[in-house]
Nanobody, 125 residues
Framework: VQLQASGGGLVQTGESLVLSCAPSSRTFANPGMGWFRQAPGKEREFVASIRWRDAKKYYAESVKGRFTISRDNAKNTMYLQMNSLKPEDTAVYYC???????????????????WGQGTLVTVSS
């Protein structure tokens, strides 16, 4: 199973973008999915995640109030609505899936089993 992320691009400060992530298999079942990002020279960091069963959402403090994670069960697709983008949001964004039992909001990348290829988001000042 592959995760296919899309939607990145170049925007200006204050603008918005929507990222999408879908598995290559529509029968792929996962307790949780999330978004991480990695800026040049920095470690990969948690952005947001969602528990598929009940759509409970988790956010990093740095994006609360600006980013919204959601999922479409019918399309088996996850989204990240990013508003009020800042230059410090510039990074490669990765979607990931956790398939290990009940997802309780872990922000640790090692708890996610499948990763997308990444999509670049660049926010100019």
């Amino acid at each position: 199973v592959q995760l296919q992320a899309s939607g990145g691009g170049l925007v200006q400060t204050g603008e918005s973008l929507v990222l999408s992530c879908a598995p290559s298999s529509r029968t792929f079942a996962n307790p949780g999915m999330g978004w991480f990002r990695q800026a040049p020279g920095k470690e990969r960091e948690f952005v947001a995640s969602i528990r598929w069963r009940d759509a409970k959402k988790y956010y990093a403090e740095s994006v609360k109030g600006r980013f919204t994670i959601s999922r479409d069960n019918a399309k088996n697709t996850m989204y990240l609505q990013m508003n009020s983008l800042k230059p410090e949001d510039t990074a490669v964004y990765y979607c990931a899936a956790s398939t290990r039992g009940y997802y309780s909001g872990s922000q640790n990348p090692s708890d996610f089993d499948y990763w997308g290829q990444g999509t670049l988001v660049t926010v100019s000042s």
